[in-house]
């Protein structure tokens, strides 16, 4: 593996005291990743409640299993990412079922729609939450403040040029999240269909 490919040093070490079994590295895993995991699971399943579960389930499972983490697949930001999806999908797929099944409004149909509309949503907060701060900056002044690229560049500092590039990568970002394929945020070696 090229030096370049090499996983980053905190998600090798980070996997290796879990695997020993440091409660502290769960401590430490959970201060970094608690706001990620408790969001996405909120964004899938619209409900604080629920992603209080998942957030609990998450960090059990990585604990229980540190070795399920392959610092060789990716960063273990999007490993803790995809995870949280996946457990928050199949929440609100038997959540969702469990309700059909006792009578409730709505098709099987209506359920994919609602579950793939919010994993796109997860998708895209995970996206903006992992770009460079600089495009995140970008977009947040054109989208909340409904600047265009002239303004974002005098409000940045930057020139028209590089707003216009910022805002363009940005986009391009923010339009992966229609991606079925793949988790939020997750590398080639993490994907599947939700």
Known sequence: MAKK??????????????????AAALGELYDRFASLV????????GDEHAADGITREVFAHVWEHPDAYDPKQGPLRSWVATL???????????????????????????LE??????????RADYIVQSMPSPLRAALELAYFQRRDYRQTAADLGVTEDEARR???????LLATAHDTGAAP??????????
């Open 185 to 194: 945020g997750a590398p080639p070696g993490y994907g599947g269909a939700a």
């Open 38 to 45: 408790h969001g996405l699971a909120h964004r899938v399943l």
């Open 84 to 110: 949280t999806h996946r457990l928050a999908v199949q929440r609100l797929r038997a959540t969702e079922t469990e309700a059909l099944a006792q009578g409730g409004r709505g098709s099987t149909e209506e």
């Open 113 to 122: 729609r609602k579950v793939r509309h919010a994993s796109v949503a997860a």
């Open 166 to 172: 910022r805002l363009r990568l940005g986009l391009q």
């Open 5 to 22: 490919d090499a996983p980053p040093r905190w998600d090798r070490k980070m996997q290796q005291r879990l695997a020993r079994g440091e």
